[in-house]
């Protein structure tokens, strides 16, 4: 059911003077964009007739095809609390349109829709999604630039004054709460100046809106501590980087699909099936869910995040675990996203890829409950466990030799995502980096 009529809004906006709206939209990288405007405007917003240039956006159209329309979703409008009294700003996530009338296919928001869509062809009614974002806080210096200068240097589930980014984690925690955020939990990570807010799980459309809200209140509220947070996945070597594992669940009729009191580990027969699509395309969606040069720093042995594609029900160090909740609380933890991913195209592969193997009835391999980091290479290839990519380069040649995950995104996406992500790896690859200097400047 809709949460807001537009009389609703036209009420609050008054009630609570606002003076301005963002109208908010995700590009192709997963960046948050928006076009300001006056509440004058706010009508016209409403009834889908606000236009901006989408040739200016990365991934969108040439500038011969460049007008677009932004039609807000109601129920997404949110007021930002740390906005000044003499005039609040609030926020609309929107969908962009065509100037037909038809869902723009390089908008990640639409082609979420899209695919979602298929979910409810075979029968499903909801796909839940439950994110658990990882951020580190760096000092800021006199300029306002970041530093590599940690805030803490706290570890895991430390209290103050060990942990120093606890007032600047309570502040962001009580943010969202006023925007209707439900938090289950927040906590310092393992390394030094890393920390995880955990927020209730919701249906996956909702749930990406949700993860980019988090991350705008997150660098704001960290801006006024004098800190800058980053959602970049490893930015320092010897520690932990910082993932994004996603907690998925089918739901049909009201019922978690994944639960059977009857199965193996109690999971159903659709669990497991799901459970074999993510395995049988992880090695080709990782380009979207981990989708940097940087994200593959994270994906190595030792820090906890996995690189090898396997599934467990005890077991931390494969890429899916079973946690131990079951009833409606049974769901697949895919451990390997990182919070660099566009939400909504992260969401469409994993989806993707999960109902592929219901459709084809796939069957889940065994699951691995050893540590999988001390086996060695031939154990692994013994019990069938791959790696997953170890570059950008080679995820983004497997994406594009899987059909079904180009599929996911839709050729409009999939063909600017590429281009884009090939121009990274370029850069990257052509740089002379400071590591190389220093190993080879004197020895040669």
């Known amino acids: 059911m809709a949460k807001y009529t537009k009389e609703d809004i036209f009420r609050k906006v008054q009630e609570e003077n606002v003076k301005y709206i963002r109208l908010q939209f995700t590009d192709i990288l997963g960046t948050i964009k928006n076009v300001e405007i006056p509440v004058s405007q706010l009508e016209k917003a409403l009834d889908n007739k606000m236009m901006f240039d989408g040739s200016s956006i990365e991934g969108f159209v040439r500038i011969e095809e460049s007008d677009m329309y932004l039609y807000p979703d109601v129920d997404t409008f949110v007021i930002f609390p740390w906005t000044s009294e003499k005039g609040k700003v609030a926020r609309f996530i929107c969908d962009i349109y065509n100037p037909d009338g038809t869902p723009f296919d390089g908008d990640p928001r639409n082609n979420l829709k899209r695919v979602l869509k298929e979910m409810e062809e075979l029968g499903f009614s909801d796909f839940n999604l439950g994110p658990e974002p990882e951020f580190f806080l760096f000092k800021l210096d006199e300029k306002g630039e970041p530093t590599l200068e940690l805030n803490d240097k706290g570890g895991y589930f430390d209290l103050a ?48 809106d949700d993860i980019q809200t988090f991350k705008l209140v997150v660098k704001t509220i960290a801006r006024k501590h004098g800190l800058h947070a980053t959602f970049m996945p490893k930015p320092l070597f010897g520690v932990n980087g910082s993932g994004m594992h996603c907690n998925l669940s089918l739901f049909k009729d009201g019922q978690n699909a994944f639960y059977d009191t009857n199965g193996s580990l109690e999971l159903s027969d659709t669990a497991r099936q799901f459970i074999a699509g993510i395995i049988k395309h992880a090695h080709s969606f990782t380009a979207v869910t981990n989708p940097t040069v940087n994200s593959y720093k994270r994906l190595v042995p030792g820090y906890e995040a996995p690189c090898y594609v396997a599934w467990s029900a005890r077991n931390r160090s494969p890429l899916i675990r079973i946690p131990a909740s079951r009833g409606v609380g049974t769901r697949v933890e895919v451990r390997s996203v990182d919070p660099a991913a566009n939400p909504y195209l992260a969401m469409a592969v994993l989806l993707k890829a999960g109902l592929d193997g219901i459709k084809n009835k796939l069957e889940a391999p065994k699951p691995i409950d050893r540590n999988i980091y001390v086996m060695t290479k031939e154990e692994r290839l013994k019990e069938g466990i791959v790696d997953l990519p170890a570059t950008l380069a080679q995820a983004l040649e497997s994406f594009q030799a899987n059909e079904v995950m180009v599929s996911a995104l839709g050729e409009h996406l999939a063909e600017h995502f590429v281009e884009a992500k090939e121009i990274e790896w370029d850069m990257f690859r052509t740089q002379v980096h400071p590591w190389e200097r220093d190993q080879y400047m004197s020895q040669y």
């Open 161 to 208: 004054p060990t942990d120093l980014g606890e007032n600047c984690r309570r502040d962001i925690v009580l943010e969202l709460e006023e925007m209707g955020f439900e938090i289950e939990a927040s906590h310092h990570e393992v390394a030094p100046g890393q920390h995880e807010i955990d927020f209730k799980y919701a249906g996956a459309l909702k749930a990406c």
